[in-house]
């Protein structure tokens, strides 16, 4: 019933009240009681001697009364044994309520179960003369919120017991823990390579995959543990009634040899993977943020690990993501410290000997750290986006050093693909060359098969930009991926950079030089140079002259030199 009209029908049970209790004693007008037996609620009238002076037909009904005459109902005595029977609230509660209810003249309520009825009941007190009673049947309603609760509870695509409702769980089992000692574990699953099905065949699929791997997990444990969906592609198993960790570890080799299987979805053949973070309680943790977090760490090891693969947690974990946490904070402020730095490795030219540019390499000098290996931090600020703005740094102070340089040398700048998929790189790139001065022409962006891998179209556009500004475009690491050929075709490179690996190979590996002239002979046809790097002996320089590569670049030429160190390599003699 609408609110209005609730408290419409409440206006004229109190009126209905107080004519009752104008009337010689005994009497109801029969008129009036007509007029409420055609209300949905049942109405009652007590008097202040505890008699019942009006039943409509709706209350006879709902309490079991339905044979009883118009005015007829029961009496008190079976009133108050309806109450104690099938009341929610405990008798002395509910006269509690009625004292407190009579003494300020307000109303009170409970509910009654009978049968599968749930009726609610509003007493009124009218002053002096006793209480008016209202019931109404709240069955429906009272289900319609347990299936709301319920369904409050439940992923609304897979089924499955969501976040909510694994909490609770979660929490009960903990409490079974404390009771009996009955360990429970919990098993964190992600997904592996699922984006690139939602990315490519759309989200529809990618849902009806979702569906499929929740029967899966849910066909792999037992109706006393629990499946939980708590993400996108983040499913969380509770293991119940855990005795021995061997049947967690076996439980979580199941779980990623089954996700592992392929998948039919709407005509495609779908593979993906699962890694899983295990905790185990009580362990890893008796309490359900820990046990979480520390699942979470043990999902992030297998990640690590290269994923497709289960790990359990161990407190060496937790150790590493603090030391993790920290590194990041301190990276986080590193910009604003100025303990960022840049060093140049030269690279030259085998045709005249000389130096020809130099490659921009960062450096973190951390006051209590001392020096950060780039091996240690560029990876995180890659995975928490901030190799973007360091990125922007980097540019802008490379080209402002090359300014001040006594020669005219390239100077080259590594791009990540977080980076190059930034809206703002060529807009940094114009600022950082108008700033400083430098020729575009001056300027070298390096850039990875990493960054091909990404839009194609999108990407294709952002170097033909940079061509068009001026600034030159190489391809490091060339010959390491797979497919340096067709991105040879699809953009024409101003430079390959030869990977070291393969100039380390050339004094043990057959072909090693073999692989390093075929680069070459396609950078001559291709009209771009040709840098080989990691060149550290006479002998390598000569074998490298031989095959025909343009460049060199490596520790026989000169180490990575802070900036001040380079302007005295360069100075005139």
């Not at 109902?73 to 008798?91: D, I, M, N, T």
């Not at 009209?527 to 990691?534: F, H, I, R, S, W």
Request: charged share 25%; hydrophobic share 40%; glycine share 8%.
């Amino acid at each position: 019933m609408p609110a209005s009209l609730h408290l419409a029908a409440h206006d004229l049970l109190g009126q209905a009240a107080r004519r009752a209790a104008a009337e010689p004693h005994g009497l109801a007008p029969a008129k009036l009681v007509r007029y409420l037996d055609t209300l949905r609620h049942g109405f009652l009238l007590v008097d202040a001697g505890g008699h019942v002076e009006v039943c409509t037909a709706p209350a006879r009904q709902l309490l079991g009364c339905a044979g009883a005459g118009t005015g007829d109902g029961p009496s008190v005595r079976q009133l108050l044994r309806l109450v104690g029977e099938h009341a929610q609230v405990p008798r002395a509660e509910l006269f509690r309520r009625l004292r407190v209810a009579r003494d300020q003249a307000g109303a009170t309520s409970f509910e009654l179960t009978r049968q599968d009825l749930t009726i609610q009941v509003e007493l009124y007190p009218v002053a002096g003369q006793g209480w008016a009673i209202t019931l109404e049947d709240v069955s429906a309603r009272r289900a319609a919120e347990v299936s709301a609760a319920e369904m409050a509870r439940l992923d609304p695509l897979t089924g499955l017991p969501n976040r909510l409702q694994l909490r609770e769980r979660l929490d009960a089992a903990l409490a079974r823990l404390q009771r009996t000692g009955e360990g429970c574990a919990l098993l964190l699953v992600d997904l592996d390579r699922f984006k690139p099905v939602n990315d490519t065949l759309g989200h529809p699929i990618g849902d009806a995959l979702l569906q499929k791997v929740a029967d899966r997990l849910r066909s792999t444990v037992r109706t006393t543990d629990t499946v939980a969906r708590i993400g996108g592609d983040e499913f969380v198993i509770l293991q119940a009634a855990v005795r021995d960790p061997g049947d967690t570890q076996a439980l979580a080799r199941r779980i990623v040899d089954l996700i592992g299987r392929a998948y039919m979805v709407e005509g495609n053949l779908l593979t993906i993977g699962a890694s899983v973070g295990v905790a185990l309680a009580p362990a890893d943790g008796n309490e359900a943020e820990r046990l979480l977090k520390n699942a979470d760490l043990a999902l992030y090891r297998s990640k690590l690990d290269g994923r497709g693969t289960f790990r359990f947690f161990e407190p060496a974990m937790d150790a590493r993501m603090q030391a993790r946490r920290q590194l990041e904070l301190d990276m986080r402020h590193a910009l604003a410290r100025r303990e960022f730095q840049l060093h140049y490795q030269p690279q030259m030219s085998l045709a005249t000997n000389r130096l020809v540019g130099c490659e921009a390499l960062i450096r973190w000098r951390h006051p209590e750290r001392g020096t950060v290996s780039p091996l240690d931090f560029i990876p995180l600020a890659e995975e928490i986006g901030l190799i973007v703005p360091i990125g922007e740094w980097v540019i802008r102070q490379a080209c402002r050093d090359a300014m001040r340089w006594p020669q005219p040398l390239s100077v080259a700048v590594n791009v990540s693909p977080a980076q190059f998929k930034s809206d703002r790189l060529v807009e940094t790139i114009v600022s950082a060359l108008s700033n400083s001065g430098l020729p575009a022409g001056r300027l070298e962006v390096e850039i990875t098969e990493g960054v091909l891998l990404q839009e194609n179209d999108r990407t294709l556009q952002t170097l033909h930009r940079l061509r068009e500004l001026g600034v030159r475009v190489s391809m490091d690491d060339f010959g390491t991926g797979y497919s340096s050929l067709s991105y040879l075709r699809s953009f024409p490179f101003d430079k390959i950079k030869i990977d070291r690996s393969f100039v380390k190979d050339m004094a043990h590996k057959p072909d090693g030089e073999a692989i390093i002239r075929a680069i070459a002979g396609l950078g001559k046809s291709l009209g771009m140079t040709t840098v080989a790097e990691g060149v550290e002996t006479p002998d390598q320089i000569e074998r490298i002259r031989a095959e025909g590569c343009t460049d060199v670049q490596g520790y026989l030429i000169s180490k990575p030199l802070p900036a001040e160190d380079l302007m005295t390599l360069l100075a005139p003699r």
